[in-house]
C-alpha cells in the first residue's frame, strides 16, 4: 500500500503517516502548488523509514509523468517491481504542475458548477 500526497489539505490527504502498515509513500507529488506538503512527506517518510514514490497526480494528459517513480528492480516482473518499492530501491523525481494548469482546472470546474 502506497499513501498518496499525506500532507496535501486540498487532496484531503490523511495528514499523518506514522504508525500504518504500508509499503511506501508519495514524498513528491507533482500536483502540489507549493513544496510544504512534499518537504513534510518526505520529512516523515526519511524519519521513519518508509520508502518514498512520486507521482503525477495528473488530471489532464499533458501532465503525466510530471512527476515520477524511478524503480531499481532486478527483473521486469510485477513481483520484482514491488519488492523494489518494499524494499526502498526507489527514488522520486520530477517537477511541479506550473500554476496555469490548476487555474485552467479551476475555471473548468466553475464552469460546469453553473451549467449544472
Known amino acids: 500500500m502506497i499513501i498518496p500526497h ?3 489539505r486540498t487532496s484531503h490527504g ?3 503517516v506514522e504508525g500504518l502498515d504500508i509499503d511506501a509513500v508519495e514524498v513528491f507529488n507533482s500536483r502540489c502548488l507549493t513544496s510544504y506538503a ?3 512527506a518526505k520529512m516523515v517518510a526519511d ?3 518508509i520508502p518514498q514514490v512520486g ?4 488530471h489532464e494528459p499533458g501532465m503525466v509523468g510530471r512527476s515520477y517513480t524511478e524503480i531499481d528492480a532486478s527483473e521486469k516482473t510485477v513481483e520484482a517491481v514491488l ?3 518494499k524494499n526502498g530501491n ?3 523525481g520530477g517537477q511541479r504542475t506550473p500554476p496555469q494548469y490548476f ?4 475555471f473548468r470546474g466553475l464552469k460546469k458548477k453553473v451549467q449544472a
Open 47 to 49: 524519519r521513519l523509514g
Open 6 to 8: 499525506p500532507f496535501k
Open 38 to 40: 512534499n518537504k513534510r
Open 14 to 16: 490523511i495528514g499523518y
Open 55 to 58: 507521482g503525477s497526480d495528473a
Open 83 to 85: 519488492s523494489a518499492i
Open 103 to 106: 487555474i485552467k482546472q479551476m
Open 90 to 92: 526507489v527514488k522520486a
